[in-house]
């Protein structure tokens, strides 16, 4: 199951329609629901997905513009729902909650105010009201708030939350089996995503090429990284030193373990200093792979991330 960040009503991630995507528009959109939204991603997507404790199930999900409207795990309805919305170039921001429950229908003559000429006459030494109760709190609502990255066809789409829920989603309704280090071996190209979950225009990219080997594979960036906006982004190494011109940056994966189905565990080192461990995962056709990287004592929004394509 996902695992789910706890926050009361009155969170912000509620504001207007994060808990009611079926009405109002989308977080940080504007307008109103009278137009569809249509991102392109209408389907139903599976993919296999781990939770933060790194086991993993088989997810079935459809999205209907920018709802999320049922998640099914290893064949079972979760009772969640979502929304969508787009957060920058093939990058959404996804809010997936527990679907509210249907509205109760009032019986027949339910809620209907009596004949004033039916009600009896009332005493003239009525008892003083009883004090008002304190209202109960509002119950809190649990969500899970994350990204979604899409490669540039939108036939596949990778799903990233802080509570490390990541997996490689492809269209349809798909059988998954498991993958072996000698399908990852190979060449592949994509783009890393840093500040993935930064709002404020700190998001950037940095293409690369990889090539596998079995149980290492070797990422090479063809081009410096770049923010959206056309400016450039400024990488650091181990000493703080700033790196403006990062084209020919090598990241080297290595120690590559499966940990089931479409998982795999891993070491990296980069050509900046920086070492930490990562996670690389396949999609069910075995043509793209996602990937998470972090270092030591990161929480995972700081992490790289990044979908690659199969190239041979």
């Avoid at 199930?57 to 064949?75: K, Q």
């Avoid at 921001?93 to 509205?103: A, D, K, S, T």
């Avoid at 939350?161 to 990852?184: C, H, K, M, W």
Wanted: glycine fraction near 10%.
């Amino acid at each position: 199951m996902p695992s789910f960040i706890t926050a009361p009503k009155s969170s912000p991630w509620l504001t207007g329609v994060c808990i009611a995507p079926l009405l109002l528009t989308a977080c940080g959109g504007s307008g109103s629901r009278e137009e569809p939204v249509d991102y392109g991603l209408n389907d139903d997507w599976t993919a296999r997905v781990q939770d933060q404790t790194l086991a993993s199930a088989t997810w079935l999900m459809t999205v209907d513009g920018e709802d999320i409207t049922r998640i099914f795990i290893n064949g079972h309805d979760s009772g969640d729902i979502g929304l969508i919305w787009q957060q920058a170039q093939q990058v959404y921001g996804v809010n997936l909650f527990p679907r509210p429950p249907e509205p109760v229908e009032p019986e027949e003559g339910e809620g209907e105010l009596p004949d004033l000429d039916d009600l009896p006459d009332l005493p003239d030494d009525l008892p003083e009201p009883p004090l008002p109760e304190e209202p109960e709190e509002e119950p809190e609502i649990p969500i899970l708030h994350g990204r979604l990255i899409t490669s540039t066809d939108q036939s596949t789409l990778m799903l990233i939350t802080p509570e490390y829920d990541a997996g490689v989603f492809q269209r349809g309704e798909l059988n998954i089996s498991d993958a072996t280090l000698l399908e990852l071996q190979g060449h592949w190209r994509g783009p890393m995503i840093g500040n993935l979950f930064d709002t404020e225009g700190g998001l950037y990219r940095h293409e690369f090429h990889i090539d596998c080997a079995i149980g290492t594979c070797v990422m090479t960036a063809w081009h410096t990284a770049m923010h959206d906006d056309g400016r450039y982004a400024i990488l650091h190494d181990t000493h703080g030193n700033p790196v403006r011109d990062s084209a020919g940056m090598q990241i080297t994966l290595s120690g590559i373990e499966p940990r089931g189905r479409l998982f795999f565990d891993l070491d990296f080192t980069n050509t900046l200093g920086h070492a930490g461990t990562g996670v690389l995962m396949m999609s069910p056709d075995r043509n793209w792979i996602g990937t998470y990287l972090c270092r030591p004592d990161t929480p995972m929004e700081a992490c790289d991330f990044g979908l690659f394509e199969r190239q041979d």
